[in-house]
């Protein structure tokens, strides 16, 4: 009972004392804390260790100049010997690319015109010198580029006769740089000639007794192979030369056109009836040169590009070589490079091949020009027809001596007419009293192909006779001598 007192006297303070707390104002107490919240992060820890390298940075650097090449040494073997000297060029000069186009001989005019056309022309032209003065007339060749490499490499290592042949006689300046050449020549059976009793065939008169002769002999079918295509440009080179030695030129000393005088009918007239032996059809010199390596011809109109083809056999348009028919037939081959006419007038014939700078090429294009002429390049050019590439540079001849084993073939005195041919080589275009209009025509003339449109018309369709002939060649050439004195006047 006590308890239970006690506890309702408890409950009741209890009860008070709650009263009396809430009636009560406390006095609010400010308390700073910090309160630092730690999150658990998952990481993942990547270790890096520092290794020291050495890297090299390579620049790749992209042609800003590109110097186009056009060559006439079209053939795949010749065409790869440019490319790899190119390629050693853009080696050193890795800012430049030249890119070689092989182009056909015979349509080098026609290339030209059509680039000039579509203002495309190329920087560097390999070309035959009866085409410069042409083009050097149409103000499409850089004279003064011409000039001043041949001053580069050195005017007084260049040979007299090729500076002379690239000389505009207007302006007095080079209108190309002179870069190899060949002698063209007469080669023959003398081992046949000896057996037949003929004499070399040097003047007209053994010319034209070969020709009636030679046919049936010692398994021969023909005398000769005549140059007749008139799609081709080997006609005009070996027609020139009869021309020459029968006195017949394009212009007298008075400047006038002499296609039809009668030193020229003469010539049209001899010339074309030698088809009367000659291997039928229209015959270049790929054809030419086959009939001889074969034994079927005994006379045959080349240069001395012949000469290693006639150790080995020359090559074939679809591949692959001739096989000569006749044992050591090199060492049974005469030369006769000199021609002799009727009315005793003499003439030789050869070629200066040139590298022709354009008007508008890079600049760098007459480095290039330089290079390809310099020490081993050059070398490395005229080895791939040592007897067809005589050197125009003095430094180079001793090296070209050297560069072939077929010089063991031919005789000492035929090597050093080779070697200096270039004194006594003659052309319509090298005349010295001709000016710059008249050689400009000449050149006309054989890149329209003028003769040997009308060999072929004559001596193949018969749709000609001499008279003919001369008479057409005579009012061509007069209007292509028109057509360059009103340029002259208009310039």
Known sequence: MKNRKLLVIVSALLIVAMMAAGCAKPTPKVIEKKVVETKVIEKKVVQTKVVEKKVVETKVVR???????????????????????????????????????????????????????????????RMGVERVAAFSADGLLDEDAATEVINSIGKDDFRAGPLRMVTDPSTGKYAAVPFDGWIQAIWYRADVFKKLGLNPPVTWDDIDAACDKLPGHEGLLYALTLPTDPGQNYPQQVFEQFAMSNGAWPFDKDGNVTMDSPQMIETLKFYTSLQR???????????????????????????????????????????????????????????????VGRHGDSATYGQLVTLAIMKGADPVAKDVVKFFMTGQNYQDILALAPLGKVPVLKSAVDGWRK????FQYYSPDTINQIANGYDSMQRWIFRPDYNATE?????????????????????????????????????????????????????
């Not at 040494?73 to 070689?100: G, L, S």
């Not at 015959?283 to 080349?302: D, V």
């Not at 150790?311 to 006769?336: C, H, M, N, R, Y």
């Open 439 to 491: 050689r400009a025509v000449i050149g006309d003339i054989e890149g329209r192909l003028l003769i040997p449109q009308v060999i072929s018309k004559i001596a193949l369709e018969k749709s000609m006779t001499p008279e003919e002939g001369a008479k057409w060649l005579q009012q061509q050439v007069e209007e292509m001598l028109k057509e360059r004195q009103k340029q002259e006047k208009s310039k």
């Open 63 to 125: 042609p800003s100049k590109i110097v186009e090449f056009w060559t006439t040494d079209n053939e795949a073997k010749r065409v790869d010997t440019y490319e790899a000297i190119a390629k050693k060029y853009m080696a050193k000069h890795p800012d430049v690319e030249i890119r070689i186009v092989p182009i056909e001989e015979a349509g080098v005019s026609q290339r030209i015109a059509t680039a000039r056309a579509a203002n495309r022309l190329p920087d560097i032209v």
């Open 403 to 406: 560069s072939s084993k077929y």
């Open 277 to 339: 032996c000659a291997v039928p059809g229209p015959q270049y010199w790929r054809g030419a040169r086959e009939a001889y390596e074969l034994g079927q011809s005994g006379m045959l109109f080349y240069s001395t590009y012949i000469m290693d083809d006639l150790v080995e056999g020359s090559g074939k348009e679809g591949g692959g070589k001739v096989q000569i028919a006749v044992p050591d037939l090199a060492k049974k081959t005469g030369f006769a490079p000199k021609m």
